[in-house]
Structures are given as C-alpha cells and as structure tokens.
C-alpha cells in the first residue's frame, strides 16, 4: 500500500538555524500538508499545497515557514530561523481518496 | 474560527464495555475524520464521515455524523485493550483544506 514517507524522523538543531524537512507524498496526490503536534497537545494545521502553490495557510505559518516541492516528488517545509516553540512532531499529508498521515519528524530545537 | 471539542478527553475502561466519544464542532462542515494516533507514532486513519446520517464500520468501531446537530460519535463495542489509544476527530470547514483537530480522546482498556 503506498504512503507518505518523511525524513529525518529526527532533527535536533540550535535556536536561530534553519532547518528543512522533507516528505515523499503518495504519487498520484494532488493536495499536500504539513501538520505540527506540541508533545501531548492537539494536531495543528500549518500550511495546504496545490498546484505548485500554496492554498491555505493557518496563523502558525508566518514569515518563517516556507514550502516547496523542488522536483515533483519531495514536498518540504523550511523554517528559516528556529525558535524554541517550533520544537514539535510536523506530519505531512495527502489527500487522495482519504488523508494520509506520513510518519512524522520530530524537530528538538535547544 | 472553527472550534473543534471532544469529549471525554480522557478515559478508562474495561474489556468487554461499550462507550462512546463525542465529537462538536462549530460551524459548517463537509469532512469529518476520525484518527487513532499510539504512543509517539503518527496519526492513523480511521473513518472519513462526508454527509449527514452517514456511518461507518470497522471491527469494533463505529463512526457516525449529524451534521445539523453538527455531532460525529464515535461508539467503541466489546473494548479489547489494543484499542488502548488516543483518538481524535478532525473536520474540514466548508471549502476549506485544512483540518481542524480535536484535542483528542485518551482511551485506556484495562483487562
């Protein structure tokens, strides 16, 4: 069954560096998402792709979140310069007939 | 701004029982989702709810949807303690991509 792959499943990184993470959506999914989850707290929608753009996006997502689906297959989620409250779970996701969770990368930023 | 509430946030029961977790949501929706997420593992798809009265089935679980009450259930039968997880309900807003998620239901069985 195909699914949505993600690396690394763990980043640690130094408040202030950036960092992207990456995920390989199923193939033929159109609609692409990135997810953040605070240790123990609830599921928070980031950011929607579509067509190469994006299509919606929350208030959590400001000027230091970007995506990009550089090559047709990798989607990826860049924070430009981290904060401690970044540190999280960021799940991507596509939307086919159901919407699939990838594995999650779990971000410590010290 | 869509508010999604579940509850109960927590429970625990035996084997063998039967209970329900409720799902509210506030404003007009077109998907409702239920998720079980284990411990440190990502978040596993369990039912995609699209029109009111609609209801679905698999094993144990059963999900359902009112979408003029505006109230999805989710209804637990014969709990076994692999259900043991935490649940969360996530709906989409009409014409809306994202979805917003539930704080999530904390299932414990206890044999």
């Known amino acids: 069954e195909p699914e949505v792959t993600q690396t690394p499943s763990h980043q640690v990184t130094q408040m202030g560096q950036e960092v992207i993470l990456r995920c390989v959506p199923i193939?033929?999914?159109?609609?692409f998402y990135w997810y953040r989850q605070i240790l123990g707290q609830k599921v928070e929608f980031l950011v929607s792709?579509?067509?190469?753009?994006?299509?919606?996006k929350s208030e959590i997502f400001d000027d230091q979140f970007s995506v990009e689906r550089p090559d047709g297959s990798n989607f990826t989620l860049k924070i430009r310069s981290t904060k401690l409250e970044d540190s999280a779970m960021y799940f991507c996701a596509s939307i086919g007939t159901d919407k699939f969770f990838g594995p999650g990368t779990r971000l410590t930023v010290l | 701004e869509l508010k999604v509430e579940q509850n109960p946030l927590f429970l625990s029961m035996q084997e063998g029982k039967n209970y329900t977790i409720y799902c509210n949501y506030s404003?007009?929706?077109?998907?409702l989702y239920w998720y079980r997420q284990d411990p440190g593992k990502s978040l596993e798809s369990l039912f995609v709810?699209?029109?009111?009265?609609a209801v679905k089935q698999e094993g144990r679980l059963m999900a359902s949807l009112d979408t003029k009450a505006r109230l999805s259930t989710l209804h637990i039968t014969a709990a076994v303690h692999d259900l043991s997880a935490t649940y969360f309900c996530?709906?989409?807003?009409?014409?809306?991509?994202?979805?917003?998620f539930g704080k999530g239901t904390h299932l414990i069985i206890q044999p």
């Open positions: 404003t007009t929706s077109d998907r």
């Open positions: 792709f579509y067509n190469n753009e994006i299509s919606e």
């Open positions: 709810l699209l029109s009111n009265g």
């Open positions: 996530a709906v989409a807003e009409r014409g809306a991509d994202g979805l917003t």
């Open positions: 193939s033929n999914h159109l609609y």
